[in-house]
C-alpha cells in the first residue's frame, strides 16, 4: 500500500524563495505542494479552503504577516505550521517567538539555505512538523504577543515542600517550549526565592534576543546567562546558544564541548551538573518536546533527592522529552502545563 504523501502549502513572499522551497519539496516523492502564497490574506484563504497537512511560513508578508497568518489559523483552521524565515531585525525575531507562543510548531532560519545540509534539515523539519497533531489557540492570549496552550485543569495531587531548602530551579523545553515557558515562568514570584535557569532548543540566529521577549511575554524578568557569573535567588537565567551551561561552585559555567543528542545547549548536560552541585536542594522540570534530551539528567536530580516534574501528555505540543523522563523513572510528577508554574512556586517559597 502507497504510503499517503504529506500535503504542504509554502508561503513566502520571495518568488525566487517560494520557487525554492517547493522545488525542495517537489524533489522529495514524500511531499505534495498542494499551493503556493505570497501574502498573508492568500496564505489564510488557502490554508482554511485546502487544509494541508503541514504550512511553511515565512514572516515577512504584505499585508497580514506571518504572526497574524500563524494567529488567525491556529484559532480559525489549526494546522501544524514550520516558521521558515530570516532572523533579519529585531522586530522579525520578535515575531518569531510570539508565532512559536501562538501556535507554530517550529522554526529555520532560511537565511542559512546555502549550507550543504540546509534542505535535509528543511525536510526533516516539515516532516517532524506534519506529525504533530495542533489544537485550536486563543488569538492574542499573551497580551498581543501570541498563544499557549491552557491545560484542562486536573486532580493531580499537589507538590507539597520538603524539608531541605530549594536552592535552583531547572527548568528545560524543546519544541512547543516558548509558549510553555511563559505559563510556566508567569505562575512563579516576581523575584523567585531560590535561581531559575531556563533552557530551550532553538535555531541559534533566533536565540539571542529570547529572553528579553520571555521578559514581557512571562512579566519576569529574565536575562542571557554569562560564563561565570554568580546564581542568585531572585534572577532567572536563559541559556545562551551553542554553548553547554552547567552550574559549578554556585556559579553559571558555559562549555563548548560536543553536542549532546544533537543538542548544544543540552537539557542532560545542564541536569547532570545540577544533580552534582545541588543535589537534594534541587527542582527540575522537563516540558514539551521532541526526543529524549533531559530525560537521563532528571532521573539524575531526583537519584540526587531533588525535585522532579514533566509536562503531561495532553498539554504538551510534542510528548517526546517528558515521556522519556517519564519512562526512566526521572519525574516524580506528571502535571498538566497549567500545574507546573504554580507546583515549582509552593517548592520554592520558604
Known sequence: ???RRIRVLVVDDSPTVRGHLADVLRGDPQFDVIAEAGDGHTAIQLCTTLRPDVMT???ALPGINGLGVTEHVMAHAPTPIL?????MNRGDVLDTYAALAAGAVDVLDKARASEPDWEQRFLAAVRMASRIKVITHPRARLAGLGATRRATPSAAPPITPHARRVELVAIGASTGGPGALVEVLSALPASPPAPVVVLL???AAFAVPFADWLTTASGRTVTVARHGEPLQAGRILFAPPDRHLTVAGRRVTLVTSPPRHHCRPSIDVLFESVAAEYGDAAVAAVLTGM???GAAGLLDIRRAGGRTIAQDEATSVIWGMPREAIALGGAESVLPLDQIGPA??????P
Do not use: K
Not at 83 to 87: K, Q, T
Not at 344 to 349: E, P, Q, S, Y
Open 1 to 3: 500500500m502507497t504510503e
Open 344 to 349: 515549582i512556586a509552593r517548592l520554592v517559597t
Open 57 to 59: 511560513l515565512d514572516l
Open 291 to 293: 526526543g529524549r534530551d
Open 83 to 87: 516558521i521558515v524565515s530570516a532572523s
Open 201 to 203: 532548543h532553538i535555531d
